[in-house]
């Protein structure tokens, strides 16, 4: 890291959540930001470079220079979040990002830049702030190569990440077209993920043959180990997208798909007690309406980020995986919010809420759950691991309570989004998009909830075993004798 630090007066009191992030040109090899903490009164330039080769598939020889301002944005804001410390307890961080584009008439004009802005608030809770530059030096390697290679006809473009749903949800749809090719979008900063994702892809193609493509773009933070990551990141999904709608639109698509449960999806905060909680809106059904409005704007025509699984719960995700016997298939997946790198320590914590949602749904699915967690196979946490699923059962007995007022819609409704007014939002907003009456994505909202508290209700024995203490055992003896007779009755 060159430490360019010098003579910043340290700002006020009011000030010292501000930071300013000046870009170089975004590039393959030796690129760099400055990044200024005000709190701290101190610059620093840190390494940024983007892979982004594998672009080369597309159907234009030509590289669109806005899609190329549209991948600088990405990695923009990828490194801005990462860099601000952000903490959710403090005030927001207002963040002044300074970037060079191919077209910053484009990128500054109105009304994108407020959508961009409004966006970015939405998703991470902090203030954005844009200031784009025009660029003076030449584009990437992918932008001068004049190559048109076969890309498939009519396919589905989808994000990877390389976990659960994105497989389930994958191998839901391929199984749904059986003629339809997918290209699989992959990216981010960790190469344990991109393995991962490797590792996940392949198998899927050895099963589908020369019916699914791997597009990978790691984006490379260099020099940084004395600055301290924001460890929230909540921008990671709107910069997973936007480069998602990046590879779409290469490929000619103009709709990218997004493989994701809808209670995951929608994150409905667990109790209002649980302050603290990081609720991800990652693929919220909100962002992903307000990405596609940030990128149509852009391009200037309509681009759709689309959720296919919006209505369904992870477990039924999963069951397509159940129906073909390819359950071994999830144990190559990782879940956990905050995966592990501890030697000979299992990869994922188990007590999360991401890892106790998977292990919920496998069950409810009827697939044996192989995966490795910290718990129960590793060393137990100084923390008590029950937190996380105590929060989750406070929610469950919240929509059990909302759902059982009545068997009417409009009843079941009402109580809903009285609790949780947001439900109101994403009807109001998305139900077009999704092309349902306002009454019809009510009432498939309302059976995405009463499945889930469903599926709970058969197998919270199972999930509760390694959470809970030993005083809970009789408690859970019990409830597990009662989900073998659930599940014979329904076998």
Request: charged share 25%; glycine share 4%; proline share 5%.
């Amino acid at each position: 890291m060159n430490d360019a630090s010098s003579s910043i007066n340290k700002p006020d009191e009011c000030d010292r959540r501000e930071y300013t992030l000046r870009f170089g040109p975004i590039l393959n090899h030796n690129g760099s930001v400055q990044f200024l903490n005000r709190s701290i009164g101190k610059e620093l330039t840190v390494g940024l470079n983007i892979v982004d080769q594998e672009f080369q598939y597309r159907v234009q020889a030509e590289f669109p220079a806005i899609v190329a301002d549209l991948v600088d944005l990405a990695v923009a804001i990828h490194a801005s979040d990462r860099l601000a410390p952000q903490n959710l307890s403090e005030k927001s961080r207002h963040l002044h990002i300074v970037l060079p584009v191919r077209h910053p008439e484009l990128l500054s004009a109105e009304p994108f830049r407020s959508k961009l802005e409004d966006l970015l608030e939405w998703t991470t809770g902090s203030e954005w702030a844009f200031e784009f530059q025009k660029r003076t030096v030449s584009g990437r390697i992918v932008e001068r190569q004049q190559i048109l290679p076969m890309v498939p006809e009519g396919c589905e473009v989808a994000l990877w990440s390389g976990g659960l749903d994105a497989l389930a949800g994958l191998y839901t749809r391929m199984k749904m077209y059986p003629e339809r090719p997918f290209v699989l979008f992959g990216s981010g900063s960790n190469d344990s993920t991109y393995a991962r994702q490797k590792q996940v892809a392949k198998k899927v193609q050895s099963i589908f043959p020369n019916r699914c493509h791997l597009v990978l773009a790691p984006i490379r933070l260099n020099d940084s180990r004395e600055v301290p990551k924001n460890k929230i990141t909540r921008a990671r999904g709107v910069v997973f997208t936007l480069l998602g709608a990046a590879c779409a639109y290469l490929l000619g698509r103009r709709i990218l798909s997004v493989y994701e449960n809808g209670i995951g999806a929608i994150n409905l905060p667990y109790r209002a007690s649980a302050v603290g909680l990081d609720h991800s809106r990652s693929v919220h059904p909100l962002t992903l309406l307000m990405v596609s409005e940030v990128v149509s704007e852009l391009f200037g025509e309509k681009f759709q980020v689309k959720n296919p699984f919006l209505f369904s719960t992870k477990a039924e995700m999963c069951q397509a995986l159940a129906t073909d016997g390819k359950s071994d298939l999830a144990s190559l997946t990782i879940s956990c919010d905050s995966p592990h790198r501890k030697p000979e320590q299992p990869t994922q914590c188990g007590y999360c809420s991401s890892c106790i949602l998977r292990k919920q749904a496998l069950a409810a699915a009827k697939i044996e759950d192989k995966s490795r967690y910290i718990l129960p196979h590793g060393e137990r946490p100084s923390e008590d691991p029950s937190l996380m699923f105590r929060h989750m059962l406070a929610q469950l007995s919240t929509f059990r309570r909302l759902l059982s007022t009545s068997n009417e819609i409009e009843i079941r409704w009402e109580a809903l989004r009285r609790k949780f007014p947001e439900l109101d939002d994403i009807v109001d907003r998305a139900s077009e998009v999704e092309g349902l009456s306002p009454v019809n994505m009510q009432s498939r909202l309302i059976r995405l909830y009463w499945t889930y508290v469903s599926e709970w209700d058969i197998v919270e024995a199972l999930v509760a075993g390694d959470l809970l203490d030993t005083d809970n055992k009789q408690q859970i003896s019990h409830k597990k004798s009662l989900y073998k007779v659930e599940r014979q009755r329904y076998d």
